[in-house]
């Protein structure tokens, strides 16, 4: 079964399209099979993959709303393991139209059931809004990855984020996890993003990915040509980076995946020691 990350914070500006992209090309590239799937009506990640909205015939808009099997919109991209289950700017409607509809936080939940079994990772990229979206991303997914700059500004805004993260696990989702925080747009020479990291690193221990996705001129450029950086440049410090966060996440599936073969091989011995009351 694939595990499901969702790409989230409410902020604008903090490298959340830039992440899902190039997570999941990066994942690709290390030969797992993936998904990315996108729930921002601005449609950046195609884009970013060298898709144009225009071209896109089944959208995450039909999926969601007139629940179209998720299959009729997946295509394929540059990279042999990825794939993109692509939106359009009609996904704006799906806001409006999904507030009366049944079952419309788990819309997406049920569309990606179909394709679980196909795929190692499904990355979900969401729009900058906890929206109705949102929360089927949210409701969907096995964790939740937050990219974060390094400013304050963020620290407030993460607050919120993990407010509505905690309400989902509660009311809809009690199995989704924190899969970690992502310092990005991370400049060795600002005092300010030094500080900001040892806050984040101090509050949330353990839960901050080890690699920071630096400020980097070609992880910038990659988008206008239509390409995730691993394809525009492999050896740029953002390329680099993003190559290390998906390792991050292949060490921790392997050791998920560990954890749950041995829990399963455990076998209680039959019957009591003598002298032991239950």
Known sequence: ????????????????????????????????????????????????????????????????????????????????????????????????????AIGREVRLKDALAQVNDIYDYIIIDCPPAL????????????????PMQCEYYAMEGLSQLLKTVGLIKRRLNPDLEREGILLTMYDRRNNLCHQVEQDIRTHFQGEVFATVIPRNVRLSEAPSHGKPVIL???????????????????????????DAKQSQNFAPEQGQPKGVQL
């Open 232 to 258: 525009y440049d492999i050896n740029s410090t953002g390329a680099i980076a993003y190559m290390e966060v998906a390792r991050e996440l292949i060490r921790r599936q392997t050791a998920r995946k560990t």
């Open 131 to 146: 929206g109705i979206l949102t929360v089927n991303a949210l409701t969907a997914a096995h964790s939740v990855l937050i």
């Open 1 to 100: 079964m694939a595990r499901i990350i969702a790409v989230s914070n409410q902020k604008g500006g903090v490298g959340k399209t830039t992440t899902s992209v190039n997570i999941a090309a990066s994942l690709a590239a290390a030969e797992k099979k993936v998904l990315l799937v996108d729930l921002d009506p601005q449609a950046n990640a195609g884009s970013g993959l060298g898709i144009s909205p225009e071209s896109i015939q089944t959208s995450m808009y039909q999926v969601l709303v007139d629940e179209a099997p998720i299959k009729s919109a997946i295509l394929h991209t540059e990279l042999k393991c990825l794939n993109l289950a692509a939106a359009n700017q009609d996904l704006i409607g799906a806001e409006i139209e999904l507030v009366t």
